[in-house]
């Protein structure tokens, strides 16, 4: 009888632990879409290493742009250390459009509403902690 107590009440603990990961939901709040043109990306990271490649991000999301602003859900996310970057691809091209010396075409965004001088930001400046539920906030321009 105490090792079925014991199975059960493992059972129901990993039941409990299993709904936990399940009910997770990171949402991002993206505001200053200027238009309906092309997608809103956000590449979710959780290294260093894979930082700035977008083919790399633990997840992508890519969802059809609506001016103003946007709310875009990662759902069953553990928790952990988080760095997203944003980008508004107006011209459908899945990666960011330049002008000419470099200067980019399309609005970017990051979080912590990090910003770099000629580039990204790195991505410990982006870094957020995620535990259940919570919203953050990305300003692209």
Same mark, same amino acid.
């Given at each position: 009888?105490?090792?079925?107590? &014991?199975?059960?009440?493992?059972?129901?603990?990993?039941?409990?632990?299993?709904?936990?990961? &399940?009910?997770?939901?990171?949402?991002?709040?993206?505001?200053?879409?200027?238009?309906d043109n092309g997608?809103?990306?956000?590449?979710?990271?959780?290294?260093?290493?894979?930082?700035?490649?977008?083919?790399?991000?633990?997840?992508?999301?890519? !969802? $059809?742009?609506?001016?103003?602003?946007?709310?875009? !859900?990662?759902?069953?996310?553990? $928790?952990?250390?988080?760095?997203?970057?944003?980008?508004?691809?107006?011209?459908?091209?899945?990666?960011?459009?330049?002008?000419?010396?470099?200067? $980019?075409? !399309?609005?970017?965004? &990051?979080?912590?509403?990090?910003?770099?001088?000629?580039?990204? $930001?790195?991505?410990?400046?982006?870094?957020?902690?995620?535990?259940?539920?919570?919203?953050?906030?990305?300003?692209?321009?």
């Amino acid at each position: 009888m105490k090792h079925f107590f &014991f199975t059960l009440l493992f059972t129901v603990a990993c039941a409990i632990g299993a709904f936990a990961q &399940f009910d997770s939901v990171l949402t991002v709040k993206v505001t200053g879409i200027e238009n309906d043109n092309g997608y809103i990306l956000l590449a979710l990271y959780d290294n260093a290493k894979d930082w700035d490649k977008p083919e790399l991000a633990k997840y992508l999301r890519i !969802e $059809p742009a609506s001016k103003g602003a946007m709310l875009i !859900e990662f759902a069953h996310l553990a $928790p952990g250390r988080y760095s997203i970057a944003a980008l508004h691809d107006e011209d459908d091209s899945n990666d960011m459009t330049f002008m000419p010396f470099g200067i $980019p075409k !399309e609005a970017y965004g &990051f979080s912590n509403n990090a910003r770099g001088l000629m580039g990204a $930001p790195s991505f410990e400046e982006c870094i957020f902690n995620f535990e259940r539920s919570k919203t953050i906030h990305i300003k692209v321009k």
